[in-house]
C-alpha cells in the first residue's frame, strides 16, 4: 500500500490511519453472527458503526452477517464478496454500478480525510466500487440493490 499521507507516517512508510484499511478480500476464519446476542465491542471498530453495519445486514439474505478477522461485515454469500468494511470510526460500502452511480450523484466519495490530516482513498487501495458510508436512509437500498445484481451474476 502507498503512502497516503504524510503526518505520523514519514517518508516511504504508510500513515498510520492507513496501515488499517488493508481489508482483505478474503475472510479468513469467520462465521455468521447472530444479531440479538452480538456484542457491538467486538465488531471491530466503534459500537455506533458496527451497529449501523449490523443494522444495514439485517434486510438481507440470511448468513450475510459475519464475524471474521476483520470484525463485522456483511458479505454475498453465494459469491464471498464483501460488501461492508468497518474502520473505526467509519464503515464502507461496496455497490453495484447502478447504486454506486447514484451514491456519487449524492456526493458519496471514496476519499475520506481524517481528523489527524490523514487520507483513505478506497478507489485507490480497493478499488472503484466502493464508497464511505454516512448513515443515509438510501443505503440499505442500495445494498439490496448490489445484493440482486450479485445473485443475477
Do not use: C, Q
Not at 11 to 24: A, C, F, N, V, Y
Not at 41 to 52: A, F, K, L, M
Not at 84 to 101: E, F, K, V
Amino acid at each position: 500500500m502507498t503512502t497516503l499521507g504524510r503526518r505520523g507516517g514519514g517518508e516511504g512508510r504508510p500513515h498510520k490511519r492507513d496501515r488499517t484499511l488493508g481489508w482483505s478480500e478474503t475472510l479468513g476464519d469467520s462465521r455468521p453472527v447472530d444479531p440479538e446476542t452480538f456484542d457491538l465491542w467486538t465488531g471491530g471498530g466503534h459500537p455506533d458503526i458496527v451497529e449501523r453495519v449490523l443494522t444495514l445486514g439485517l434486510d438481507l439474505t440470511p448468513g450475510a452477517l459475519v464475524h471474521g478477522n476483520r470484525g463485522l461485515t456483511i458479505v454475498h454469500p453465494g459469491s464471498g464478496t464483501i460488501l461492508t468494511a468497518i474502520h473505526g470510526m467509519a464503515y464502507a460500502l461496496r455497490l453495484d454500478p447502478t447504486s454506486l452511480d447514484e451514491a456519487r450523484a449524492a456526493d458519496y466519495a471514496s476519499s475520506k480525510r481524517w481528523s489527524d490530516g490523514g487520507r483513505s482513498d478506497l478507489a485507490a487501495s480497493h478499488g472503484p466500487d466502493w464508497v464511505w458510508g454516512r448513515w443515509g436512509e438510501e443505503e440499505p437500498r442500495w445494498l439490496r440493490a448490489t445484493f440482486a445484481w450479485l445473485d443475477a451474476r
